[in-house]
C-alpha cells in the first residue's frame, strides 16, 4: 500500500486539542488525543472483536525497530460496538495494537490510535517513544488513501495515542469513495520504535553548566524564550541592572522576577521554577496552562521591558539590542514622485512557503511589486501612476530575532496550518551580500551586517499544540547545548543546525530483501525562531556578568531563599532520622471546633509540632514539652490516638510509664501501623483552681474519657466546651450540672445529648438515653458527645436546624458552587451555598431566584469538565441528575462549578423540539440570513420548509423551497419533504434552504441536472489538490447544449462582470480529477445517465480566484472558543 500521499483536503478535519473533544469539520494538522479521560464512560472492557485479518511487513525477525501492519476488518459498517481492538503486532521489541471506533468516540469522525497492548502488565514507570502513522486505504485510488502521522512518549498515564477526528463518517461509510468496499475496511499502521534515554538521572549542571527551567504547564514556550535571553549577557546585565527594592515582591514586580530567575539560572545546581515571574505577569493558573504563541510573549515582554526600562540607567536597552528600521517606498515609473516611511522593527517574519532558505526569504522580502493596471498608484498630483513598491533595510540590529512564519492561515481550509516544508539557515548570515541589495540608499555602509547564529528555537508537532525547546550556543563558539525545560545536554552542530531545517526524514526500509517502499515521516520538529549576533558586536553583547552587576538586595534575598531551599533539602534528606510529633492540646480543640472544622476533634496538620531525633527517649521529648508550651513534665499525661473502622480519629489510651521510658522510634512503630514518619498525641492537662497545671487524676478501668460540643440551633453554632472523665456504671443524667455549667446554663437546665458516631459517607449521630448507662450506651474513651437545650414544647422560633443531627447534616452536605454564564465560561458571576442532597428542582429554584427569573424551568446547567477547565460539551438534561453532587463529579474529581443559560422557552419544552440552524439564500439579494427553526422532534423537513416560509422573504408568495445540506463547499443531499429532522445533523454541515428555480421544475426527458461548484488548484507537496470554495449551486443541462451555451446561463446567474468571467476555466470533475471542457463540447455527454442527487464525485468545475469576502457565518456558529491572546497585566 502507497503511503507517499496526503488525503484530498476536503478529508481533513478540525483537531480536538482538549481531552473532552467538540467536533469540527476540518483541519491541517490534528492534535493526538488519548481516548480515555473524557471521552468514555468510566473503564471500558474489551469488546469482541469482529472478523479481521492482519499482516506485519517486517524483517523476519521478533524485534524490528520499524514494521508496517495492515488490518482488514469485515462487516465493517454492521460493527455494533463502541470500540475495536486489531490483534497484536510486534515493533521494536513492544506489543501494539490499534484502537478503532467505528462510531467515533462521541464525534461524528472515525478515532483511531495506537495502543500498547501490555500496557497494564508493564513495571511501574514504563515509558517507549514511537514515531507512527495510522491510514485508512482507499480501495478504489490508492492515492486518496487518508494518512496521518505523529510521535509520541507512551506511558502508564497516556498508552494510546492518535486521532480523534481521523476522518468524517459521512466519508467513510459513503460506498462511492472507496473506503468501504465489500463493507471491508483497510487500515495500516507504520511504527518506528526510538530508543528513550532515561530523562531524570541526567545531571544537567554537572555534565553542561547550565540549568534548565521547570515547566508549570504548557510553558515551554515561555522557557525557550527566557533561555535565548538569558543567554544574551548585555540583556542580562541590563536586567540586574534594573532598580527593584527589598520591599518589592517578585510576583508583582516583573523586573525583580526576572532578575531572581536570572540569578538563580546562573547560581543554582537544579532546574529553576518559573512562577514568580509568570505571577507577576498576572497570569492565572488557566493562562499558564494554555499554549501561546511564543512570538506573541516575546513581544509582549519586550514592550513590558522597554516600559519598566523607562527613566532608570538602563533605559534603551530593548531598542538598543532588538531594533532595526526599515523603510517602505513606493516609486512612481512615469513621474517623477517617490513615497518612503521608516519603521522600526524588533523581530522579522520571514516567509517559509516557497523559500529554500533565510537568503530566500530576505529575497522575498525586498521583492518589488508593480503597481499597475486596476492596481495603481494614486500619487498626490499625478493621479492614477504606473509605480514600484517595496522595502528596503535602513539598519539592523546588534541581536537579529527572526521568526520563521511555520504556521498560517489557509485560506482555502479555513484554518491555521503549519508548513514543515525544508528550510535552511547558515551559521553565518551575510545581509550586505551582492552589494547591499538588501539596503536602502540611506544605510550606514561602513557597518558590516554579517551576523553569527547564537540559537534556533525549535517546534515540534502541529498547529494546534507540541513541545518547544531551544538550541543555544551561550558563547558562539562550536559547542551547542539543547534547553529542553529542566534537561540541557551537550550537542553537536549538525543537531542544531541541519536536523532543524524541516521537511521529510525517510527510515530505510524493514526488509531490503522485500520490495518494500521506505517509510517517509514528515519532520514535525524544526525552527521557528533564529537568533543572530552582528560579528561586529558580539565582544559587547557576549560580556561579562558577575556578583557585581547584581544589586546587594537581591543577593541577600536570593542566597536567604537558597538557604531556606538547602535547610529543606536537608530536613527532606534526614528525614528518616526523625520523627514529627504533633500533640494536640485543649486549646487547639477550643480554637478549630466549630471554625475550621465541625466533625472529629482536632486538624492536626494545625497543631503544635516538634521534629524529635529518633533515638531520644520520650521521658526526654517531655522536657522538650515543658520548655516548648510551659506545662512542668509531672502535669503532662498523653494519648494515642488511634483511626477507629469507622474512619473517625480519637484519643483511645494513655501511654504507659513503660512506653514513656522507650525511644521516640520505638514508640512510632507500636501507634503507628502505615509507619509514616508522624506520631500524633493528645496532650491531657488538668488544671486547678486557680487555672495552673495539677497533677493528672489517676485513672481506673471504670474511666471513661469523653469530648462534649456544645450545640446553639438559634445561632447555628457549634462549639468545644471541654472533657469529662464519667464512669462506665454511671449515668449521663448524673453528670447534667456538671455540662450545664460548661455550657453557662442554669444548674435545672433541660438539655439533650447525642453522640457523634461518624460522618463518612453519611452522618451518624444519634440520641443518647440519659437514663441508661455509659457502658451500656457502649461509649468508650474518645467518643463525642454533642449536647444541645432541649426544644422548647410549642415555641413558636422556628430555626432552620433545630437538633445536633440536622445541623451536622446540614455541615456535611453544604456546597458552595460557583456560577458562570455559559456565555462567559472562564468568569465567576455568583456564587450559593447549597446542598450536596439538593435535587435538580433544588438547585435550578435557586438560581432563578438569584436571577429574579420566575420559571426556573428555563434554566439549562452544564457541568464542568475538571480535566479540560470548560465546560461539558452537552449540557444537563430537564431532571437528568439526581442531586446536586452528581452535577459537581467528573469522573473521580469533583468541581464546585456550574454553567448556566436563561433559555427563552422552558427546558422540558425545548428537550422535545429540535432546534436547526438553517441559512436562507435569497434568490436574487446576495444575500444569506441564518433561522433558527425550533419544531418538535418527530416533525418532518416538509414542516421545517412551511415553518421557514413564513420568516424568509419569497421571489413570488407559491415559490417551492428546498433543503439541502452542504459541506465543504459541496452539495451532499437534497432532504425530502417526509424525512423526520431528530436526525438531521447541523453541527458539522451546513444546512441551505432555497427557492427550486422554475427551470427544474419542468425537466424535458433529456434534461440533466448537474452539481456546479467553484474550484482552485493547489500544488501541495508535489500534487495537485483541488480546492473546492465558494456557494455550490444545480444547473439545468439541456442536451446538445454546447458549453458556450452554458457558460453564458452561468455567468448570468452568477452576474460575473465579463473581464473577471473571461479569465474563468471550466471542467468535467470525477473523483477529483479535472478533465478541461472547450467552448463547442456538449456538455451533458460527460454527465452519466442517472439521478446524480449524491453523485457529488462528478460535477462541473468553474476554476477561478477566491475574490468573494468571507460570510460571516460558518458551519459550526454553536462552537465556543476558548482561547485568549497572551496578556501581562501587571
Known amino acids: 500500500m502507497t503511503l507517499m500521499t496526503p488525503p484530498p483536503l476536503d478529508q481533513q478535519q478540525q483537531p480536538q486539542p482538549q481531552p473532552q473533544p467538540q467536533p469540527q469539520p476540518q483541519q491541517e494538522d490534528d492534535e493526538m488525543l488519548v481516548p480515555n479521560t473524557d471521552l468514555l464512560e468510566g473503564p471500558q472492557p474489551m469488546e469482541a472483536q469482529a472478523e479481521t485479518t492482519s499482516t506485519v511487513e517486517a524483517q523476519a525477525v521478533d524485534d524490528p525497530p520499524s514494521a508496517r501492519f495492515t488490518w482488514t476488518i469485515d462487516n465493517f459498517s454492521r460493527l455494533n460496538i463502541k470500540k475495536l481492538y486489531s490483534d497484536v503486532f510486534l515493533v521494536g521489541g513492544y506489543k501494539w495494537r490499534i484502537l478503532v471506533f467505528p462510531k467515533g468516540n462521541n464525534v461524528d469522525h472515525l478515532s483511531m490510535y495506537l495502543d500498547v497492548a501490555d500496557s497494564t502488565n508493564l513495571p511501574y514507570g514504563w515509558s517507549r517513544y514511537a514515531q507512527f502513522s495510522l491510514s485508512v486505504i482507499n480501495q478504489i485510488h490508492n492515492k486518496y488513501s487518508i494518512r496521518k502521522e505523529t510521535q509520541h512518549q507512551f506511558n502508564a498515564r497516556e498508552s494510546d495515542w492518535g486521532f480523534t477526528s481521523f476522518m468524517p463518517l459521512g466519508e467513510l461509510y459513503d460506498p462511492g469513495r472507496g473506503y468501504l468496499v465489500n463493507d471491508t475496511c483497510i487500515v495500516e499502521a507504520d511504527v518506528a520504535v526510538r530508543r528513550v534515554v532515561d530523562y531524570w538521572s541526567h545531571d544537567s549542571k554537572k555534565e553542561t553548566g547550565f540549568v534548565g527551567l521547570k515547566n508549570q504547564g504548557a510553558t515551554c514556550y515561555m522557557n525557550s524564550l527566557l533561555q535565548t535571553l538569558y543567554h544574551i549577557p548585555y540583556f542580562r546585565k541590563n536586567v540586574y541592572h534594573m532598580p527593584t527594592t527589598e520591599n518589592d515582591m517578585p510576583t508583582g514586580s516583573i523586573p525583580l522576577a526576572l532578575q531572581s530567575l536570572f540569578y538563580k539560572l546562573q547560581y543554582s545546581d537544579t532546574s529553576v521554577a518559573t512562577k514568580e515571574l509568570t505571577k507577576s505577569f498576572g497570569w492565572d493558573t488557566y493562562d499558564s496552562f494554555m499554549q501561546h504563541d511564543v512570538q506573541e510573549l516575546n513581544r509582549v515582554l519586550s514592550e513590558k521591558l522597554e516600559d519598566k526600562m523607562k527613566g532608570t540607567v538602563v533605559e534603551g536597552t530593548i531598542q538598543q539590542l532588538f531594533e532595526g528600521h526599515h523603510m517602505n517606498y513606493i516609486e512612481c515609473i512615469n513621474v517623477d514622485y517617490k513615497s518612503t516611511r521608516k519603521e522600526s522593527f524588533y523581530d522579522l517574519q520571514l516567509d517559509v512557503k516557497g523559500c529554500r532558505d533565510v537568503y530566500a526569504s530576505f529575497d522575498k522580502y525586498v521583492e518589488v511589486e508593480r503597481l499597475e493596471g486596476d492596481n495603481k498608484y494614486h500619487a498626490e498630483r499625478y493621479g492614477l501612476q504606473d509605480a514600484r513598491k517595496g522595502v528596503l533595510f535602513i539598519d539592523f540590529p546588534p541581536v ?33 551580500r551582492e552589494n547591499g541589495k538588501y539596503l536602502s540608499p540611506d544605510a550606514d555602509k561602513t557597518v558590516r551586517n554579517l551576523y553569527i547564529l547564537h540559537s534556533v528555537l525549535v517546534h515540534s508537532g502541529g498547529v494546534h499544540g507540541g513541545h518547544y525547546y531551544a538550541y543555544i550556543r551561550p558563547t558562539l563558539s562550536d559547542q551547542w547545548f539543547k534547553f529542553d525545560d529542566e534537561r540541557v545536554t551537550k550537542e553537536d552542530v549538525k543537531r542544531a543546525l541541519e536536523e532543524q531545517y524541516g521537511g521529510e526524514e525517510e527510515l530505510p526500509p524493514a526488509n531490503p530483501g522485500f520490495n518494500n517502499s521506505p517509510f517517509k515521516f514528515t519532520k514535525y520538529s524544526n525552527a521557528y525562531m533564529l537568533v543572530y549576533i552582528r560579528e561586529s558586536d558580539k565582544e559587547k553583547i557576549i560580556c561579562n556578568v558577575d556578583e557585581k552587576d547584581i544589586a546587594e538586595h537581591l543577593r541577600i534575598r536570593l542566597k536567604k531563599e537558597q538557604e531556606e531551599k538547602e535547610q529543606k533539602r536537608k530536613e527532606k534528606a534526614e528525614a528518616h532520622l526523625y520523627t514529627i510529633i504533633k500533640v494536640a492540646r485543649n486549646e487547639d480543640l477550643i480554637e478549630q471546633i466549630g471554625r475550621d472544622i465541625y466533625f472529629d476533634l482536632v486538624d492536626h496538620d494545625k497543631v503544635h509540632s516538634f521534629r524529635i531525633q529518633k533515638q531520644i527517649s520520650f521521658n526526654l521529648f517531655k522536657e522538650e514539652v515543658a520548655k516548648e508550651l510551659g506545662i512542668p513534665v509531672q502535669f503532662q499525661r498523653f494519648w494515642l490516638w488511634a483511626k477507629r473502622q ?456 468553474l476554476e477561478h480566484t477566491d475574490n468573494a469576502p468571507k460570510r460571516s457565518y460558518a458551519a459550526n456558529q454553536n462552537r465556543h472558543t476558548f482561547e485568549k491572546p497572551v496578556k501581562i497585566y501587571n
Open 646 to 1101: 469507622n474512619h473517625t480519629y480519637r484519643p483511645n489510651r494513655p501511654l504507659t510509664p513503660q512506653e514513656e521510658a522507650q525511644s521516640v522510634g520505638q514508640l512510632r512503630e507500636v501507634s503507628n501501623k502505615a509507619n509514616n514518619a508522624e506520631l500524633k498525641l493528645f496532650l491531657e492537662v488538668e488544671l486547678g483552681q486557680d487555672l495552673q497545671p495539677v497533677p493528672p487524676p489517676e485513672r481506673t478501668k471504670e474511666d471513661i474519657l469523653l469530648f462534649f460540643k456544645l450545640y446553639d440551633p438559634s445561632k447555628e453554632e457549634l462549639r468545644y466546651v471541654g472533657r469529662l472523665f464519667v464512669k462506665g456504671s454511671g449515668k449521663p443524667v448524673e453528670i447534667l450540672p456538671k455540662l450545664n455549667e460548661m455550657a453557662g446554663f442554669s444548674a435545672d437546665e433541660e438539655i439533650e445529648l447525642y453522640e457523634e458516631i461518624k460522618f463518612e459517607p453519611t452522618i451518624m449521630c444519634e440520641r443518647i438515653d440519659k437514663k441508661v448507662t455509659f457502658r451500656a450506651s457502649q461509649l468508650e474513651d474518645g467518643d463525642i458527645v454533642c449536647f444541645q437545650k432541649s426544644p422548647q414544647v410549642g415555641s413558636s422560633d422556628q430555626c432552620r436546624y433545630p437538633d445536633v443531627p440536622s445541623f451536622l447534616d446540614y455541615v456535611h452536605n453544604r456546597q458552595v458552587v460557583r456560577f458562570r454564564s455559559l456565555e462567559k465560561p472562564k468568569e465567576d458571576e455568583f456564587c450559593l451555598e447549597l446542598s450536596k442532597l439538593h435535587d435538580y428542582d433544588d438547585v435550578v429554584e435557586r438560581v432563578a431566584q438569584h436571577l429574579g427569573l420566575d420559571d426556573p424551568s428555563k434554566i439549562r446547567l452544564t457541568s464542568h469538565n475538571c480535566y479540560s477547565q470548560q465546560p461539558k460539551p452537552q449540557p444537563i438534561k430537564y431532571r437528568g441528575v439526581e442531586h446536586l453532587s452528581d452535577m459537581l463529579v467528573h469522573y473521580n474529581q469533583t468541581s464546585d462549578i456550574l454553567y448556566y443559560e436563561v433559555l427563552d422557552i422552558p427546558l422540558p419544552e425545548l428537550q422535545g423540539l429540535k432546534t436547526l440552524k438553517v441559512a436562507f439564500h435569497h434568490s436574487t439579494k446576495d444575500e444569506v440570513v441564518i433561522h433558527t427553526i425550533r419544531l418538535p422532534k418527530q416533525s418532518t423537513v416538509g414542516d421545517v420548509i412551511n415553518d421557514l416560509k413564513t420568516k424568509v422573504e419569497l421571489s413570488h408568495p407559491n415559490a417551492e423551497l428546498r433543503l439541502l445540506e452542504v459541506f465543504y463547499h459541496k452539495i451532499y443531499k437534497i432532504f425530502p419533504l417526509s424525512e423526520k429532522i431528530e436526525n438531521i445533523n447541523d453541527q458539522y454541515w451546513t444546512l441551505r434552504a432555497e427557492e427550486v428555480p422554475e427551470e427544474e421544475k419542468n425537466l424535458g426527458p433529456h434534461d440533466r441536472l448537474i452539481h456546479v461548484y467553484h474550484f482552485m488548484k493547489d500544488t501541495a507537496q508535489n500534487q495537485v489538490q483541488v480546492q473546492n470554495f465558494g456557494e455550490p449551486f444545480f444547473l439545468v443541462i439541456r442536451e446538445g447544449e454546447t458549453l458556450a451555451e452554458v457558460k453564458e446561463r452561468i455567468q448570468k446567474k452568477l452576474q460575473v462582470p465579463d473581464e473577471e468571467f473571461s479569465k474563468w476555466k471550466f471542467a468535467f470533475l470525477s473523483l477529483g480529477r479535472p478533465d478541461y471542457l472547450q467552448d463547442s463540447d456538449i456538455v451533458s455527454s460527460r454527465f452519466q445517465r442517472r439521478d446524480v442527487y449524491g453523485a457529488w464525485e462528478q460535477y462541473l468545475g
Open 400 to 432: 537579529l530575532q527572526l521568526q520563521l512564519k511555520r504556521f498560517e492561515y489557509d485560506f482555502m481550509r479555513d484554518t491555521m496550518v503549519k508548513i514543515n516544508d525544508r528550510y535552511e539557515f547558515p551559521l553565518e548570515l551575510d545581509l550586505d
